[in-house]
């Protein structure tokens, strides 16, 4: 079975660029999260998605970051413009439902942004 | 608020060592789960293992060993005879009934040598 995908890789910009992160959930993973991870930090959540919606976009800086997931399956993560300080890797997980709380979630290999 | 420390931030074992990597946890939630994950240079997050907060058993996977203990709100993670494959930083995380937001420690950066 097919792990998590993201793509690209690694990303290297200049301050005030857009940029996007692609993700392909599990299939049949109903749940998709978007953590970012900063240098010698864990993961932290940006946004949760169950199916199209997002239910908990709390930790989600609105004024440079969107995210969209349109089919309820691939998610994208866009950030307009970047900054330095957006210089993180972009993890991407999914899980079956989300529904009863504290299923495993199952990372991507995340994106590395460098923002110059 | 939910909150894991590790206060351990690198440990470096000479191979065949056992090592014990500590991981304590706060929450005011009654459920609760804990995970261990480990994430290799590659940078993904390989899940290693899930523990509800009503199951205070003891497991064993392979070289793998955790120690969960409700009392000290402790879920210690140890790893007999290392090996130079186990190098990685290992995060331990968790979780409420409540929603599906993982909170993660800073990570222990174990590295093993030949």
């Known amino acids: 079975e097919a792990g998590v995908v993201q793509s690209p890789r690694y990303k290297i910009i200049e301050k005030k660029q857009p940029v996007a992160f692609w993700c392909n959930p599990i299939?049949?993973?109903?749940?998709l999260y978007w953590y970012r991870q900063n240098l010698g930090q864990g993961p932290e959540l940006l946004i949760r998605?169950?199916?199209?919606?997002?239910?908990?976009d709390s930790q989600l800086p609105k004024d440079r970051f969107s995210a969209e997931r349109l089919k309820g399956v691939d998610s994208t993560l866009k950030i307009q413009p970047a900054e330095l300080g957006d210089s993180a890797v972009y993890l991407c997980?999914?899980?079956?439902?989300?529904?009863?709380?504290?299923?495993?979630?199952?990372f991507g290999p995340g994106t590395r942004l460098l923002v110059l | 608020a939910q909150k894991v420390t590790q206060a351990q931030t690198e440990i470096s074992v000479v191979e065949k060592e056992d090592v014990t990597l500590d991981c304590v946890y706060e929450?005011?939630?009654?459920?609760?789960?804990l995970f261990w994950y480990k994430q290799p240079p590659s940078g993904e997050l390989v899940f290693l293992i899930r523990?509800?907060?009503?199951?205070?058993q003891n497991e064993i996977s392979g070289r793998y060993s955790w120690n969960f203990q409700k009392s000290t709100s402790s879920f210690n993670f140890t790893i007999t005879a290392s090996q130079v494959v186990d190098s990685a930083v290992y995060f331990c995380?968790?979780?409420?009934?409540?929603?599906?937001?993982?909170?993660f420690g800073k990570g222990i950066t174990l590295s093993v040598r030949p």
């Open positions: 997980a999914s899980s079956p439902t989300g529904l009863a709380g504290g299923e495993t979630q199952y």
């Open positions: 299939s049949g993973h109903n749940t």
């Open positions: 998605y169950e199916n199209e919606e997002a239910v908990d």
């Open positions: 929450t005011r939630d009654t459920t609760y789960y």
């Open positions: 523990r509800n907060s009503f199951d205070e």
């Open positions: 995380a968790l979780t409420t009934g409540a929603n599906s937001k993982l909170t």
